[in-house]
């Protein structure tokens, strides 16, 4: 696969991908916090076209679902009547990309009809629809958190590599400390310091903070790296020759040359971050219900009888691979691309 | 010797460095272990208050470090307010366990990488290597939790391998066979997950590392006086590569730590990782402080056992 073809690809895939989670709510059939009590743990629906008596509906349509009578607990699918499917339907009311209210859903089925592409929780609130709301916070989270720490990289390696001496040595032997501890620990050592019940939005905040200031110093050692060599090219040079102050070289030669590695940091630390919010609220430690996240969405993973009956639960966690595979991908490109010293 | 001295006492110094740095990150944080017990109407202000003064926690902070320190010499690493205990006991037991399992785990890995990544390298371009390059990135996209939930969900389903735990109820009675054989299945679920996240990463550097080396001049002259190919792997080749993969066999430790922790939280192994978690939600601060500082030790031992060998293996070095 040519480079640019793999860019591009990965852009594209992360375009559509972050599209899906950002307009959440016109995407996803319910509101996330929407239950059916009725039907906790009801299998991925499947959408039909062929009716029990052989008869082609050009309207795609579901079934819905009665309890089994041979296993207690579990659905079989009530063929007797059918639901049909309805785009642009009128639904529960949500704000497009937080903003604007509206509540016209891409797609659902007729009431009293379900449609649960990947199932339905414990409480019957649909899957895919916490998957996609979920995104929003734990995508956000890796965002943010990825700024956060190619920022902070920024700020300590412009200055450790620009000015070296003293300062470069306390800074990097400040990331040292940093680098010194696995940083699963360094996370759970900092999100222990911070207070374990507050609002759902402060957790959200605080993990944010946590995940961001825990991994400045790869990316402050590899800018400062780039600064290092940028200072000793010749324009920069004749620059400072030509009396320009420190702030305008930084600004106007010597940061732009570290774009490159910015943009191949923030594509390998995002899913690195996502996995980070996922792990911590997996943990327990992160943001709880009602909020959904991709780690809480995992997390009814840990009782053995969710983990073992119901395989559907495993879907949130396989859709990760794509959003990873898209990072990655992304990466990769961009490293080939800008030829940036390797990890 | 200089280098060795040298590279001792800086990991000495990070280590001092960290203690301060995490000792007071989870002092200054708000709430403690006996905040629960103001809620409870039956335990009277004073009371609490003396808890307080007991432990020590009304003292200024120089204070409280320099007594900790001293009770970190002693081996017992603080007091847990939880456990009622000091910490130290607590902690040695798991964390046995969890290097116990990290190591093999990262034998594991070794073992298996070792010989894919030479056999990458030395057909590298063929379908092969193509082959292994498209399935160590997909293995790298999977995440490590669902790695986890898919070996346990093995164990739940089959039940060849148990669910949690290190060894079986009544395990004092079993014979030494039998033993043996207890730890090893409880073992074998934990090991191959760790084993299994850590090794496309290795694979994708042996290979690296291989392909630099037989793309050197000397091989080629070495390829051309007729050395045998297996010879030419094995006694040119990878001597000259091993050096980034010592140093990757120190970075590595941190990271087979980090994903530790959350097997063994899945798995419920009891190593240090359930202990953190725990120790967090209960706000038990001076377990968090051992647990960390413990692995941030596990991580400075082994960068530095890797220099020891990097300086046993590489005459460059010791000539420096």
Same mark, same amino acid.
């Given at each position: 696969? $040519?480079?640019?073809?793999? &860019?591009?690809?990965?852009?594209? &895939?992360?375009?559509? &991908?972050?599209?899906?989670?950002?307009?959440?709510?016109?995407?996803?059939?319910?509101?996330?916090?929407?239950?059916?009590?009725?039907?906790?743990?009801?299998?991925?629906?499947?959408?039909?076209?062929?009716?029990?008596?052989?008869?082609?509906?050009?309207?795609?349509?579901?079934?819905?679902? $009665?309890?089994?009578?041979?296993?207690?607990?579990?659905?079989?699918?009530?063929?007797?009547?059918?639901?049909?499917?309805?785009?642009?339907?009128? /639904?529960?009311?949500? $704000?497009?990309?937080?903003?604007?209210?509206?509540?016209?859903?891409?797609?659902?089925?007729?009431?009293?009809?379900?449609?649960?592409?990947?199932?339905?929780?414990?409480?019957?609130?649909?899957?895919?629809?916490?998957?996609?709301? /979920?995104?929003?916070?734990?995508?956000?989270?890796?965002?943010?958190?990825?700024?956060?720490?190619?920022?902070?990289?920024?700020?300590?390696?412009?200055?450790?590599?620009?000015?070296?001496?003293?300062?470069?040595?306390?800074?990097?032997?400040?990331?040292?400390?940093?680098?010194?501890?696995?940083?699963?620990? &360094?996370?759970?050592?900092?999100?222990?310091?911070?207070?374990?019940?507050?609002?759902?939005?402060?957790?959200?905040?605080?993990?944010?903070?946590?995940?961001?200031?825990?991994?400045?110093?790869?990316?402050?050692?590899?800018?400062? /790296?780039?600064?290092?060599?940028? $200072?000793?090219?010749?324009?920069?040079?004749?620059?400072?020759?030509?009396?320009?102050?420190?702030?305008?070289?930084?600004?106007?030669?010597?940061?732009?040359?570290?774009?490159?590695?910015?943009?191949?940091?923030?594509?390998?630390?995002?899913?690195?971050?996502?996995?980070?919010?996922?792990?911590?609220?997996?943990?327990?430690?992160?943001? /709880?219900?009602?909020?959904?996240?991709?780690?809480?969405?995992?997390?009814?993973?840990?009782?053995?009888?969710?983990?073992?009956?119901?395989?559907?639960?495993?879907?949130?966690?396989?859709?990760?691979?794509?959003?990873?595979?898209?990072?990655?991908?992304?990466?990769?490109?961009?490293?080939?691309?800008?030829?940036?010293?390797?990890? | 010797?200089?280098?060795?001295?040298?590279?001792?006492?800086?990991?000495?110094?990070?280590?001092?460095?960290?203690?301060?740095?995490?000792?007071?990150?989870?002092?200054?944080?708000?709430?403690?272990?006996?905040?629960?017990?103001?809620?409870?109407?039956?335990? =009277?202000?004073?009371?609490?208050?003396?808890?307080?003064?007991?432990?020590?926690?009304?003292?200024?902070?120089?204070?409280?470090?320099?007594?900790?320190?001293?009770? *970190?010499?002693?081996?017992?690493?603080?007091?847990?307010?939880?456990?009622?205990?000091?910490?130290?006991?607590?902690?040695?037991?798991?964390?046995?366990?969890?290097?116990?399992?990290?190591?093999?785990?990262?034998?594991?890995?070794?073992?298996?990488?070792?010989?894919?990544?030479?056999? =990458?390298?030395?057909?590298?371009?063929?379908?092969?290597?193509?082959?292994?390059?498209?399935?160590? =990135?997909?293995?790298?996209?999977?995440?490590?939790?669902?790695?986890?939930?898919?070996?346990?969900?093995?164990?739940?389903?089959?039940?060849?391998?148990?669910?949690?735990?290190?060894?079986?109820?009544?395990?004092?009675?079993?014979?030494?066979?039998?033993?043996?054989?207890?730890?090893?299945?409880?073992?074998?679920?934990?090991?191959?997950?760790?084993?299994?996240?850590?090794?496309?990463?290795?694979?994708?550097?042996?290979?690296?590392?291989?392909?630099?080396?037989?793309?050197?001049?000397?091989?080629?002259?070495?390829?051309?006086?007729?050395?045998?190919?297996?010879?030419?792997?094995?006694?040119?080749?990878?001597?000259?590569? =091993?050096?980034?993969?010592?140093?990757?066999?120190?970075?590595? *430790?941190?990271?087979?730590?980090?994903?530790?922790?959350?097997?063994?939280?899945?798995?419920?192994?009891?190593?240090?990782?359930?202990?953190?978690?725990?120790?967090?939600?209960?706000?038990?601060?001076?377990?968090?402080?051992?647990?960390?500082?413990?692995?941030?030790?596990?991580?400075?031992?082994?960068?530095?056992?890797?220099?020891?060998?990097?300086?046993?293996?590489?005459?460059?070095?010791?000539?420096?």
């Amino acid at each position: 696969m $040519k480079n640019r073809h793999k &860019l591009w690809g990965a852009l594209i &895939l992360l375009a559509g &991908l972050h599209g899906l989670v950002l307009f959440a709510g016109f995407f996803a059939p319910y509101g996330s916090a929407a239950q059916e009590r009725e039907l906790p743990f009801a299998p991925p629906t499947r959408i039909h076209f062929v009716d029990a008596r052989g008869k082609f509906h050009a309207r795609p349509f579901v079934y819905g679902l $009665k309890d089994d009578p041979q296993a207690i607990g579990s659905f079989a699918v009530d063929a007797t009547r059918i639901y049909p499917v309805h785009f642009f339907v009128q /639904g529960s009311s949500y $704000k497009i990309a937080g903003v604007f209210p509206s509540h016209v859903h891409l797609f659902g089925a007729t009431a009293p009809g379900r449609i649960f592409l990947l199932g339905s929780d414990e409480y019957g609130r649909d899957q895919f629809t916490r998957f996609l709301y /979920g995104g929003q916070v734990s995508l956000a989270a890796g965002l943010i958190a990825a700024a956060l720490s190619v920022l902070l990289g920024v700020i300590v390696g412009a200055l450790a590599g620009f000015y070296g001496g003293w300062i470069d040595e306390v800074l990097m032997r400040g990331g040292e400390l940093f680098l010194a501890l696995p940083w699963l620990y &360094l996370l759970f050592a900092v999100r222990a310091a911070l207070p374990l019940h507050v609002a759902q939005w402060q957790v959200f905040l605080l993990l944010i903070a946590v995940i961001g200031l825990v991994g400045w110093a790869r990316p402050a050692r590899l800018i400062r /790296g780039v600064v290092l060599s940028a $200072k000793e090219r010749n324009f920069v040079v004749a620059a400072r020759a030509f009396g320009a102050s420190d702030a305008y070289l930084l600004r106007r030669h010597v940061l732009p040359q570290t774009y490159g590695v910015i943009l191949t940091q923030m594509a390998l630390l995002v899913p690195q971050y996502v996995l980070a919010e996922v792990t911590l609220t997996f943990l327990g430690l992160g943001v /709880g219900e009602p909020m959904p996240s991709w780690g809480s969405l995992l997390a009814s993973l840990q009782q053995y009888y969710v983990l073992s009956s119901y395989w559907w639960m495993f879907l949130p966690a396989a859709l990760l691979i794509p959003v990873f595979l898209a990072y990655y991908m992304a990466a990769d490109a961009l490293q080939e691309r800008l030829k940036t010293v390797p990890l | 010797m200089r280098y060795l001295t040298r590279r001792v006492l800086n990991a000495m110094l990070l280590l001092a460095a960290i203690s301060a740095f995490s000792f007071a990150l989870l002092q200054s944080a708000p709430g403690n272990f006996f905040d629960a017990m103001r809620l409870n109407p039956r335990v =009277s202000a004073q009371t609490v208050d003396g808890l307080r003064s007991k432990y020590g926690m009304n003292q200024p902070f120089p204070v409280r470090y320099g007594h900790w320190a001293f009770s *970190v010499l002693k081996g017992d690493m603080g007091f847990s307010f939880s456990y009622n205990s000091p910490v130290g006991p607590l902690l040695w037991a798991r964390a046995r366990n969890t290097l116990l399992l990290t190591s093999i785990a990262t034998l594991l890995a070794w073992l298996l990488a070792i010989p894919l990544g030479i056999w =990458s390298a030395a057909n590298k371009g063929r379908w092969g290597d193509r082959a292994c390059g498209f399935s160590t =990135s997909a293995l790298l996209t999977i995440p490590d939790l669902l790695v986890f939930l898919i070996l346990l969900l093995l164990a739940v389903r089959t039940g060849w391998f148990p669910t949690g735990g290190m060894i079986s109820t009544g395990f004092d009675n079993f014979s030494f066979w039998s033993k043996c054989k207890d730890v090893a299945v409880h073992f074998a679920l934990p090991a191959v997950g760790l084993a299994v996240v850590t090794w496309p990463v290795l694979v994708r550097h042996i290979r690296s590392a291989m392909v630099e080396a037989l793309e050197s001049p000397f091989i080629r002259a070495a390829r051309g006086h007729g050395i045998p190919r297996t010879r030419l792997l094995f006694r040119y080749a990878l001597p000259a590569a =091993s050096n980034p993969l010592i140093s990757l066999l120190g970075f590595s *430790v941190a990271t087979m730590l980090s994903a530790s922790v959350i097997v063994e939280v899945i798995m419920s192994w009891p190593g240090l990782g359930p202990l953190m978690v725990q120790a967090i939600l209960s706000r038990d601060v001076y377990v968090v402080v051992a647990v960390v500082m413990l692995s941030s030790v596990f991580l400075v031992a082994g960068n530095l056992l890797a220099d020891v060998l990097l300086f046993v293996s590489d005459p460059r070095i010791r000539v420096e």
